[in-house]
Structures are given as structure tokens and as C-alpha cells.
């Protein structure tokens, strides 16, 4: 077998939770509850495939806009999810970072979050970024607000500003660029997510409900990725010559 082109870093809208309860008549929380299972395979998979950077959507800004009863619960979800996974990402040696304006997320969420990212901080493996409480815009907004700071208090010269300084602002200051976007459920938009940073990502849209995608769906993705030609602005001759 030939080896895959693997990409440096895929990143997931894990899409289709609430429609996979509802096919199975149950609650939409169940529906998370199973999604978290499908997190620790992806994880799994990426480990084997050997991807090295792995961001995962979980909650967007404009998911605060839910029923408060699923918010709570997704928000309960996500501690369990996080005490359970602390000792695992430890000894498989993988770092967690968070993506988003954490200081909104509840104070139990926060404090985990930081012991987590603590914790695994020395890891490189596998990069898990989560990004919770995220959207692009507020990113964006949020960067502006500190290259605005730092230039007034003369950390930052605007002269100096271009795109390379500019992302060093940004949540995923840590990771590259996503090669792959992946997103399940069918849906094709990207829902505020990395807006600045899939400039050139690969997308793959798959049918499959998040809590269905598994190590074979995965491997799909990746194998499509594999095949995509990534030209960035130049002609497909140049690549080849
Ligand atoms: C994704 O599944 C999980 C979150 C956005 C938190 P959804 O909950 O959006 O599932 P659908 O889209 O309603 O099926
Ligand atoms: C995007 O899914 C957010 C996450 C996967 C966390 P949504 O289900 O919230 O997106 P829309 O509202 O369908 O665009
Ligand atoms: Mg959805």
C-alpha cells in the first residue's frame, strides 16, 4: 500500500448530534453523549494515522442561543468529558488546547479546562484543539482588541503588521494552517469557523451524523484529502515542473 499524503492538521464540525437522537427517539442530549464516544475514536484515529494537529468544533458563540436545558447539559457534558479524558491524553501524550473566549464558559469549565491544558502542555503527539465558545469573528475581534493594545503600549510597531504577526493574535496562534476541513451531517457551510485560517484548507463534506463518524469514515476523508490537488494560486504546470 502506498503511503497517504497525511495532513498536518484536520479540523472537524462535528455536526448531526441532534438529528441522530431524533432518529433514534431520543433526547438531543443523547445525541452529545454519543458524540463524545465519537471523539475518542477520531482521536484514536488520528493517533494511528499519525496526523499530528486536530481541532474539534464543540461549541460555537452562536450555540449559547440553544434551549438553556441543552446548553446546560452540553456544558455538564463537556466537564465529565474533560475529567474523563485528562489521564488518557497524559499517557498517550497529547496536548489539549482550547480555542475561544473561555472567560464566558462556566467557572467549573474553566478551571478544568486550564488543569487539562496544564497537564498535557509538554505533549506533542497529537494537538487537540477544542474550540468551545468559538466563532471566527469574535476571533478576529478579539485580535484586533490586543494588536490594538499592544501598539498603544509600544509592544507592537504597526509598521511591522502583516499576516504572519497578524495570526500570532489568533486562538490557534499554536497550530498551522488546517490542511482539512471536515465536516459531517451533510451540511455544507462553515457555521463561523475558521474563517481566516481554511483560507486554503481541503474541505470534505460527509453524510454521515457525527456520532456515527468513526475510524473508517475518517480514513475516507483522509484518502480524498490525499487526492486533492492544492495548487495556492499557482497553474497545475508549475507543481509538476
Ligand atoms: C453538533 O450537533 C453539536 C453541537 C453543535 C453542540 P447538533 O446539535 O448541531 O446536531 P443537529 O445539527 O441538530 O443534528
Ligand atoms: C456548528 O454546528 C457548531 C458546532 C459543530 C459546534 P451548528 O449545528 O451549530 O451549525 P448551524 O447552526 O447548523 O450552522
Ligand atoms: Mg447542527
Known amino acids: 500500500m502506498t503511503a497517504l499524503k497525511i495532513p498536518q492538521h484536520v479540523a472537524i464540525i462535528m455536526d448531526g448530534n441532534g438529528r441522530w ?6 433526547p438531543r442530549i443523547e445525541g452529545h453523549r454519543k458524540g463524545t464516544q465519537a471523539v475518542e475514536h477520531i482521536l484514536k484515529a488520528a493517533e494511528d494515522f499519525g496526523v499530528k494537529n486536530i481541532t474539534l468544533f464543540a461549541f460555537s ?4 442561543n440553544r434551549p438553556k436545558l441543552e446548553v446546560a447539559a452540553l456544558m455538564q457534558l463537556l466537564d465529565s468529558f474533560l475529567k474523563e479524558q485528562e489521564e488518557q491524553l497524559v499517557k498517550r501524550g497529547m496536548r489539549l488546547r482550547v480555542l475561544g473566549r473561555t472567560s464566558e464558559l462556566p467557572t467549573s469549565t ?3 479546562l486550564r488543569k487539562t491544558e496544564q497537564a498535557t502542555q509538554a505533549f506533542d503527539k497529537l494537538t487537540v484543539g477544542l474550540a468551545l465558545n468559538y466563532g471566527s469573528r469574535t476571533e478576529v475581534v478579539d485580535a484586533v482588541k490586543a494588536i490594538t493594545r499592544d501598539t498603544q503600549e509600544g509592544r507592537l510597531d504597526l509598521n511591522e503588521l502583516d499576516y504572519d504577526v497578524f495570526r500570532q493574535y489568533l486562538y490557534t496562534k499554536e497550530m498551522p494552517d488546517p490542511d482539512l476541513i471536515i465536516r459531517t451531517s451533510g451540511e455544507c457551510r462553515l457555521s463561523n469557523f ?12 460527509s453524510d454521515v451524523l457525527w456520532p456515527d463518524f468513526d475510524q473508517a469514515e475518517f480514513g475516507a476523508a483522509l484518502k480524498a484529502y490525499a487526492s486533492r490537488e492544492r495548487r495556492f494560486g499557482k497553474t497545475a504546470q508549475q507543481l509538476t515542473s
Do not use: D
Not at 475558521?194 to 463534506?205: D, G, K, P, R, T
Open 110 to 112: 474553566q478551571k478544568l
Open 21 to 26: 437522537a431524533e432518529q433514534h427517539g431520543l
Open 194 to 205: 475558521l474563517l481566516l485560517q481554511s483560507a486554503y484548507s481541503e474541505i470534505y463534506l
Open 61 to 64: 458563540v452562536e450555540n449559547w
